[in-house]
């Protein structure tokens, strides 16, 4: 089996419930793990993971635990927790044979006002020591646009660190919620190294995790995107529920069919 373009969302806490179900529809799974989810995690139900997705030939996508972890934070502290977490998560990426793992950024422009040069710098070094973890999994980094209104910061993380195992992870239902920049030049500014993306819908005011196409997301810059590219990047159906997932599995088809 060739690997799928689209993916699913799974909580680690779901992944018996849910698992099953992803591979029978042949997406690839995005397995969520939270960070105290690692202070106790069962090592024969990953093991058991692992072993399914092998049968299948499907390699999935890891989202890393992002509450309270900053890659570029100014306390040392926090930075080293990070580490830490996102460490255990790469760990858990290369058993499952993941392909992709999606970091959060952590920053926003409220809590670091005019430190963005700062924060920069700092997760900088913070990532190229993971980017080469990274590398030896074989398992690329994407980081994920939240709170940003312009891609400028993440685009100049990722250009400056430059490697062929880190990139973006385009979530549309953030950036419908936070952006100040039309989706069109957003993916113009990432699109040379746009590896994943996230696919749900919400009407603006909150983050509701809709079926594609229940909200009010206009996708067409996005159709139009994917149509000029070369190579698709993986993509992932936020949906959370399996009826959310099937609604959504039904208008992302449509978006890629045409």
């Not at 799974?29 to 299948?56: C, H, M, N, V, Y």
């Not at 030896?136 to 490697?163: H, K, T």
């Amino acid at each position: 089996m060739s690997q799928p373009l689209l993916g699913a969302h799974i909580p680690w806490a779901q992944i018996e419930t849910y698992l099953d179900l992803v591979l029978e529809l042949e997406l690839a799974p995005e397995i969520a793990i939270k960070g105290p989810e690692f202070d106790t995690l069962d090592e024969s139900l990953l093991d058991q993971a692992s072993r399914k997705l092998a049968a299948t030939q499907i390699r999935p996508t890891l989202h890393a635990p992002f509450f309270d972890l900053n890659p570029g934070a100014l306390d040392p502290l926090i930075r080293q927790a990070t580490m830490q977490r996102l460490t255990q998560a790469l760990t858990a990426a290369g058993r499952l044979n993941a392909h992709l793992m999606v970091i959060h950024p952590g920053v926003d422009k409220w809590r670091y006002p005019n430190l963005e040069q700062v924060w920069l710098a700092q997760a900088k070094e913070f990532l190229l020591p993971l980017i080469d973890l990274a590398a030896e999994c074989g398992c690329r980094l994407a980081i994920e646009n939240i709170y940003e209104e312009a891609p400028d910061l993440l685009v100049q993380l990722v250009n400056e660190i430059d490697s062929e195992w880190f990139g973006h992870c385009f979530d549309v239902g953030h950036w419908h919620l936070f952006s100040k920049t039309n989706m069109t030049d957003w993916l113009d500014a990432i699109g040379p190294r746009l590896l994943h993306l996230h696919l749900h819908d919400n009407h603006g005011v909150a983050d509701e995790h809709l079926p594609v196409g229940e909200g009010t997301i206009d996708f067409s810059p996005l159709q139009n995107k994917l149509r000029s590219m070369s190579a698709l990047p993986s993509m992932t159906l936020e949906a959370h529920s399996a009826e959310h997932l099937n609604r959504s599995l039904q208008q992302v088809n449509k978006l890629l069919a045409v």
